[in-house]
């Protein structure tokens, strides 16, 4: 799957999460934060190994809630100034700093199939296109307004989320 028919897949979370119209990118052509990834770490059919992007207590499920869409992936309160790591080896294919709704967000493609979503992000020192090694810093989980120290981490498969518990020891 080298051959771009992963680039919907990207440009569809891409859109999700930035809430772009489709029509705009028809008229750019591109994402101005979506780096053109040319190899994976991963070979098609292989499951990266996901680790935490930082040790901590899961506070927010994955799925049904109450009185909203179900969440996609979960929020972990870990201790002040953790530093947020790449779960698997990948290519970094999309940044934004100040991403409406979710923060400092990163999005890590690991091969045609497997992306993994991080926010909540402050000091970030990754940028769109870098290759990441499992562990590598991406910046530090930021405090919220309530005061808690905390990320949110998606695992998606085929651009669809699936439960980051199902893949992680708790």
């Known amino acids: 799957m080298r051959d771009g028919s992963w680039r919907p897949a990207l440009l ?4 999700f999460l930035t809430g772009c119209a489709r029509t705009e990118y028809h008229k750019t052509q591109s ?3 979506a780096a053109s990834i040319v190899s994976y770490a991963f070979e098609a059919g292989q499951t990266p190994d996901f680790g935490w992007p930082a040790p901590g207590k899961v506070t927010r499920y994955f799925g049904a ?11 972990v309160r870990t201790a ?8 698997a080896a990948g290519t970094v294919g999309f940044v934004d700093p100040s991403l409406e709704g979710y923060g400092s967000t990163v999005v890590i493609e690991h091969s045609a199939e497997y992306a993994t979503v991080i926010a909540g992000l402050t000091d970030l020192s990754v940028s769109a296109g ?3 090694r499992k562990g590598e810093r991406l910046g530090k989980a ?5 005061g808690a120290c ?8 085929h651009a669809r989320a699936e439960d980051p518990l199902s893949r992680l020891s708790v």
Not at 65 to 75: D, F, H, I, L, Y
Not at 142 to 146: E, K, L, R, S
């Open 80 to 87: 002040p100034g953790a530093e947020v790591t790449a779960s």
């Open 31 to 33: 994402h101005p934060r």
């Open 142 to 146: 930021a405090v919220g307004t309530d």
């Open 65 to 75: 809630r109450e009185g909203g869409a179900p969440r996609k992936g979960v929020t």
């Open 150 to 157: 905390t990320y949110y981490f998606e695992i998606r498969r």
């Open 12 to 15: 569809s979370l891409i859109f």
């Open 130 to 132: 870098q290759s990441v």
